[in-house]
């Protein structure tokens, strides 16, 4: 056991992380790879992270961009639009970035790239089309992303009680 967390210890310290800031999701994957791979390089270990990393960004888009049609019937990806980015600069770190306007994610962990990929679609719903995006239906707001129980929300900051969560961010949840 103290083999797998060693080199655990080490593969985060190589993606510029340390065991404390990463989430149990991120933790159980790095176990998986373990488990699948042994004790790989950390230049192998960077290359699956950001392979996931970037994965994972265009899943949670696919999700918030089909949420943002849905409600208003404004399309946010195509060949009119460039502002999702996909960086692999080793001056700036270890393993690849994904940049969402002025957001920009590079861990593996769902809720974290999901906060940052919806955050980053609002903003460019708001500065390209010049709309509210999501609203909250009872009170006419627009809605801000937080977590709750490390799942991103979007919450409403209308009404007596001083604000609501809405609904997930994730329909799934």
Known sequence: MSNF????????RSVWRQEE???????AWAAEVYGEFGGISADEFCELWTERTFSMSRAAFEMIQKSVFDETGK???GDDFCYVNYLRDPEFGPVGV?????????APDWAEVLGVVAEGVQ??????????????RRHT??????????VPVWRCRGGA?????VRAVDPSK
């Open 141 to 150: 707001f627009g809605l801000h992303l937080d977590y709750v129980h490390d």
């Open 161 to 165: 009680e001083g604000g609501h969560v």
């Open 21 to 27: 800031s990463n989430s149990e999701e991120v933790l």
């Open 123 to 136: 903003e460019f719903v708001m500065d390209y089309y010049s709309t509210v995006w999501p609203v909250c």
């Open 75 to 77: 399309r946010v990806a």
């Open 98 to 106: 994904v940049r969402f306007k002025s957001g920009e994610v590079s």
């Open 5 to 12: 967390l060693d080199w655990r210890n080490r593969m985060l």
